[in-house]
């Protein structure tokens, strides 16, 4: 595997950007942040986030006290304005329903870099609070890295935050960051190994949900243990 490196001119954009879209979040909304201090100062770790409209990467890109890596769905980079933020920004595409070992080669070798990474493990937008059944990559990540998983829970990211920014009601946006986990290993091999796999994303989103108002949980409304 080839080590991970950003090209020079997106560490570069990321730093005039980002102070940029934080002034921007801070001019359309109220921005609570809370659980900073659960942030590793150094090495590689998973942020995985739950995942309801496009405004959580950016959010999450502005207020991180470095720059993470980040993965997205590949068709990002051929939508209009969202196309042009993640080429300057740089990410790691991933082709969703579909096992994608160039995205995933590439995400391990960003881990195993020392960097922190970004990732919704639903691998989608709900559209909605609800959160969705997650999928098993982020575990399989975790597997092959041994990287703490750090669970952020994101509220007031709806589909129709911008339009209630520009009206001047200043939504509140939350970032709300708990502390590291460590997945159990993964055992078996066959279905064994896939249910393990699935159960340990579970625990991802069961952090997640510990994190944000009952409405925001969806198929995890039951927190606890998955079987």
Do not use: C
């Amino acid at each position: 595997m080839t080590a991970y490196s950003v090209p020079l001119a997106n560490r570069l954009l990321r730093g005039v950007f980002r102070p940029i879209f934080r002034l921007i979040f801070y001019l359309l909304s109220d921005v609570k942040i809370t659980g900073k201090e659960n942030i590793p100062h150094s090495g590689a770790y998973l942020i995985t986030i739950n995942h309801i409209s496009l405004f959580e990467a950016p959010l999450m890109a502005a207020f991180w006290p470095s720059a993470p890596e980040a993965a997205g769905a590949v068709e990002i980079w051929d939508r209009p304005g969202q196309s042009i933020l993640v080429r300057l920004y740089g990410g790691i595409q991933v082709h969703r329903g579909e096992f994608d070992r160039q995205a995933l080669e590439s995400i391990i070798a960003a881990l195993n870099s020392g960097r922190p990474l970004l990732l919704a493990p639903e691998g989608r937008r709900s559209h909605a609070p609800g959160m969705q059944r997650a999928l098993p990559g982020a575990a399989y990540i975790i597997e092959k890295t041994g990287a703490p998983v750090l669970p952020v829970g994101i509220v007031g990211t709806t589909e129709d935050f911008f339009d209630r920014a520009i009206r001047m009601h200043r939504p509140t946006i939350e970032m709300r960051i708990g502390k590291p986990i460590h997945l159990p290993p993964v055992e078996g091999k066959g279905a064994t190994r896939r249910a393990a796999l699935q159960a340990n994303a579970d625990r991802i989103m069961l952090a997640i949900a510990a994190l944000v108002p009952a409405e925001y949980r969806g198929v995890y409304q039951a927190l606890g243990e998955p079987v």
